[in-house]
């Protein structure tokens, strides 16, 4: 989606640089993550405790008891509902016992940690949500509008763009700390327990690290795309 939008609008040798290197390193991210998952997949923990025994683990040591943990489909689709107190695994994690398992599970257990002891960047993240998703449904007819413009987007549609990728790019931004301190509580508490011994976290560290990629990456295509509508602006 970035790509499609921001074509249009790079003014300056910099900018297509700069939007060469973000969509490059996106794919990158995407490559990374899904190798480095399914390589740590294949290595099963001595443990042998499943993601959600984990995840419960994680948050018992935590004092958390109000948080249910529930298995749903599709791949990597795991994540924590600070609303919902619900934090939802994928069944590859769910029921694995792999260190990729325990190491997004325990990533997920994180994030109901922060909401217990009133971590703020959570919080505003929260609070950015409806925003985020109005303006995500927004972008989709402002992509059209681009196509159809013999100018591309001016006046008040440009203005209307930027003010979309400008909440888009401050909720990746502060997405970024969010996910990182949720992983580092996560290394953590795997190695407080003894879920992971010290020797399997390098499997769990690489689980993570790759994750943390698609965040980054994430954040710097809402950001060029955004830059790429302001230097539009300025002409």
């Known amino acids: 989606m970035p790509y499609v939008l921001a074509s249009g609008f790079l003014s300056s040798g910099m900018l297509t640089v700069l939007f060469i290197f973000v969509f490059a390193f996106s794919i990158y991210a995407q490559i990374r993550v899904s190798s480095t998952y399914n390589k740590n997949a294949q290595i099963p923990s001595r443990g042998g405790i499943t993601g ?15 948080v249910t943990i529930t298995e749903i489909g599709g791949h990597l689709t795991d994540h924590y509902d600070p609303l919902r107190k619900e934090l939802s695994l994928s069944s590859e ?8 398992a325990l190491g997004v599970a325990a990533h997920e257990s994180g994030h109901a940690i922060q909401h217990k002891v009133g971590y703020t960047l959570l919080y505003a993240r929260m609070a950015l949500v409806p925003a985020t998703q109005f303006v995500s449904k927004v972008v989709p007819f402002l992509i059209l509008a681009s196509w159809f413009l013999v ?19 401050l909720f990746q931004l502060i997405t970024l700390p969010v996910e990182f301190d949720a992983s580092r509580r996560a290394k953590q508490q795997l190695v407080t327990l003894g879920i992971v011994g010290h020797d399997e976290m390098t499997g769990v560290n690489q689980t993570l690290n790759a994750a943390a990629l698609t965040y980054v990456a994430a954040f710097a295509s809402t950001l060029v795309v955004l830059l790429s509508l302001i230097s539009n602006r300025r002409r």
């Open 52 to 66: 959600r025994e984990a995840a419960e683990a994680v948050m018992a040591q935590a004092g958390i008891t109000d």
């Open 93 to 100: 994690n769910y029921r694995g016992t792999s260190l990729a």
């Open 151 to 169: 100018r591309g987007l001016t006046g008040t549609i440009l203005d209307v763009a930027i003010i979309c990728y400008a909440v888009l790019t």
